[in-house]
């Protein structure tokens, strides 16, 4: 006998009790944990002093990501090291990018900052 564990419908999470010959029994294990994601595109940016960058999203909301372990990643953000370079931010297709092509996910800044409270409407900032 095996036991095997799967998302069912609802992602509800239930356990299969199976034998060569298929399923015997199932059973409900409960509800998966599920962390709602808001997808979001970035609307403006603006690069500010030791790699911070402040982000105006779509849904009317703002606020600053700190960037300053991200510039150490590697090749790719080696080049932000440079606080001019790191100034050259734009947003492309919602996303705030460099020009060699670095860029970092809206969606994930967006909940890092609700995460830590510095999520604020945009409208507070004017």
Same mark, same amino acid.
């Given at each position: 006998m095996c036991a095997l564990l799967?998302? &069912?419908?609802?992602?509800?999470?239930?356990?299969?009790?199976?034998?060569?010959? &298929?399923?015997?029994e199932t059973r409900a294990l409960g509800d998966w944990p599920m962390t709602e994601i808001k997808m979001v595109r970035a609307r403006r940016v603006r690069a500010l002093p030791n790699w911070q960058l402040e982000i105006v999203f779509d849904d009317g909301m703002m606020g600053v990501t700190d960037l300053a372990g991200f510039v150490n990643l590697g090749p790719m953000t080696e080049p932000l090291k440079d606080p001019a370079y790191f100034e050259r931010v734009f947003v492309e297709m919602g996303v705030p990018t460099w020009p060699n092509g670095c860029d970092i996910d809206p969606i994930n800044a967006h909940m890092r900052m609700r995460e830590a409270g510095t999520l604020r409407a945009a409208s507070e900032a004017a």
């Open positions: 799967f998302l &069912g419908p609802g992602f509800r999470r239930d356990e299969r009790i199976c034998d060569k010959a &298929g399923v015997v």
